[in-house]
């Protein structure tokens, strides 16, 4: 079959990722340059330990297997399968690790608490004070910045990939058999797969008007390289409150007890940090829903960020070398990872994963592989 990838981000990417593994011929058409949305605006994790039980939690372990066979496919995506700590501060954090131990699914997670001493032995480089820390051994990472370009020439060595950046697609074609684009080309194939992120305008409305998917913006930023490695992801105890797995009544007293201070609650915060293959640091982030967004970026999460991190480190941290914003797609269905639509024939639409994308995208793009007959 000859199957046309609308969206150069990393669900698109691992779309195609799929259809060249099947045996079948890829156009990948994107209409930037290069992707510059939240696929190259992450941490790279590959997160596991927070994902709601049941279907969330089953894609992102089928992922995870995925990310590793990938990872050893084309090791320029640096894939590495370091873990995460979730560093818990006050007997109320504590209990929240304790009862995610408690599900019946903490096994498959990798989930294990650790005392301080256990923990820097993970991860020596934490030196700050806490009680404990939430270890997740099936959690990675992966260079979220360059694992793209590395895919794609991955899958232009083998002859049946095309890969053609700088044009935006406007219609289907009338034949319902591929897609015209803004230079006026058009593409024929047997399936199209729009996986457009946050572009959720132009043709993607038209085809799905009522589409329940919603927008998020988020800020991060990252340092210059730290003197010492940084052996695992890492995470505080306030990403407790923003991951489904952790819900419970553990959670309800931490909340109780501890309300956030006013500046991670405005901006809806969470610590995670992880750092890139250069020694640099990816720390965040911020969680924005109501559009229209601001076009600027605060000062005030970022100084909260950084003493956060210092705090887990035990020094100061490097210098902030780059700050900035973006923009993920997210899917209002609660019960779903991913929107996925079948909008016209041999056309789907495949958006609205979220903070979820980097995790799962190839176990979401394997799902609808199969749902497309691949």
Same mark, same amino acid.
């Given at each position: 079959? +000859?199957?046309?990838?609308?969206?150069?981000?990393?669900?698109?990417?691992?779309?195609?990722?799929?259809?060249?593994?099947?045996?079948?011929?890829? !156009?990948?058409?994107?209409?930037?340059?290069?992707?510059?949305?939240?696929?190259?605006?992450?941490?790279?994790?590959?997160?596991?330990?927070?994902?709601? $039980?049941?279907?969330?939690?089953?894609?992102?372990?089928?992922?995870?297997?995925?990310?590793?066979?990938? $990872? %050893?496919?084309?090791?320029?995506?640096?894939?590495?399968?370091?873990?995460?700590?979730?560093?818990?501060?006050?007997?109320?954090?504590?209990?929240?690790?304790?009862?995610?131990?408690?599900?019946?699914?903490?096994?498959? +997670?990798?989930?294990?608490?650790?005392?301080?001493?256990?923990?820097?032995?993970?991860?020596?480089?934490?030196?700050?004070?806490?009680? =404990?820390?939430?270890?997740?051994?099936?959690?990675?990472?992966?260079?979220?910045?360059?694992?793209?370009?590395?895919?794609?020439?991955?899958?232009?060595?083998?002859?049946?990939?095309?890969?053609?950046?700088?044009?935006?697609? +406007?219609?289907?074609? &009338?034949?319902?058999? $591929?897609?015209?684009?803004?230079?006026?080309?058009?593409?024929?194939?047997?399936? !199209?797969?729009?996986?457009?992120?946050?572009?959720?305008?132009?043709?993607?409305?038209?085809?799905?008007?009522?589409?329940?998917?919603?927008?998020?913006?988020?800020?991060?930023?990252?340092?210059?390289?730290?003197?010492?490695?940084?052996?695992?992801?890492?995470?505080?105890?306030?990403?407790?409150?923003?991951?489904?797995?952790?819900?419970?009544?553990?959670?309800? %007293?931490?909340?109780?007890?501890?309300?956030?201070?006013?500046?991670? %609650?405005?901006?809806?915060?969470?610590?995670?940090?992880?750092?890139?293959?250069?020694?640099?640091?990816?720390?965040?982030?911020?969680?924005?829903?109501?559009? &229209?967004?601001?076009?600027?970026?605060?000062?005030?999460?970022?100084?909260?960020? =950084?003493?956060?991190?210092?705090?887990?480190?035990?020094?100061?941290?490097?210098?902030?070398?780059?700050?900035?914003?973006?923009?993920?797609?997210?899917?209002?269905?609660?019960?779903?990872?991913?929107?996925?639509?079948?909008?016209?024939?041999?056309?789907?639409?495949?958006?609205?994963?979220?903070?979820? $994308?980097?995790?799962?995208? &190839?176990?979401?793009?394997?799902?609808?592989?199969?749902? %497309?007959?691949?």
């Amino acid at each position: 079959m +000859r199957v046309i990838v609308v969206g150069g981000g990393v669900l698109g990417t691992m779309h195609a990722w799929q259809a060249i593994d099947r045996g079948h011929e890829v !156009v990948h058409i994107e209409r930037e340059r290069e992707a510059r949305g939240a696929s190259v605006r992450n941490f790279g994790l590959v997160w596991i330990g927070g994902r709601a $039980g049941g279907d969330e939690l089953h894609t992102a372990l089928r992922a995870r297997e995925l990310w590793e066979r990938i $990872g %050893a496919d084309v090791p320029g995506t640096g894939f590495r399968p370091n873990g995460s700590l979730t560093v818990c501060r006050g007997a109320e954090e504590v209990a929240v690790a304790e009862a995610a131990l408690a599900l019946p699914d903490a096994a498959e +997670r990798g989930l294990k608490l650790l005392t301080p001493g256990e923990a820097r032995e993970h991860n020596p480089a934490l030196r700050g004070t806490f009680d =404990a820390a939430l270890w997740c051994e099936r959690d990675g990472a992966v260079e979220s910045r360059i694992a793209l370009p590395a895919l794609r020439a991955h899958l232009a060595a083998g002859g049946r990939y095309t890969w053609l950046p700088g044009r935006e697609v +406007r219609d289907l074609l &009338p034949s319902g058999t $591929g897609v015209r684009d803004d230079h006026g080309h058009s593409h024929e194939g047997d399936l !199209v797969l729009l996986c457009t992120g946050a572009w959720l305008t132009g043709l993607v409305r038209e085809l799905a008007p009522e589409l329940p998917v919603r927008r998020v913006r988020l800020q991060m930023m990252q340092t210059d390289p730290l003197d010492e490695r940084l052996t695992t992801s890492v995470a505080d105890g306030d990403s407790f409150r923003y991951y489904p797995a952790y819900a419970g009544t553990a959670l309800e %007293a931490l909340r109780s007890a501890h309300p956030q201070a006013p500046v991670p %609650a405005e901006h809806r915060m969470q610590l995670l940090m992880v750092q890139r293959l250069d020694g640099g640091l990816t720390i965040g982030d911020t969680h924005e829903y109501d559009e &229209p967004f601001t076009f600027d970026v605060d000062s005030a999460p970022y100084e909260h960020l =950084a003493e956060v991190a210092a705090g887990l480190l035990g020094r100061p941290l490097p210098a902030v070398r780059r700050r900035w914003a973006g923009v993920y797609a997210q899917t209002t269905d609660t019960a779903r990872v991913v929107h996925r639509e079948q909008v016209a024939p041999a056309t789907w639409l495949v958006t609205g994963p979220g903070g979820r $994308g980097m995790t799962c995208s &190839p176990a979401i793009a394997e799902h609808t592989a199969n749902l %497309a007959g691949l």
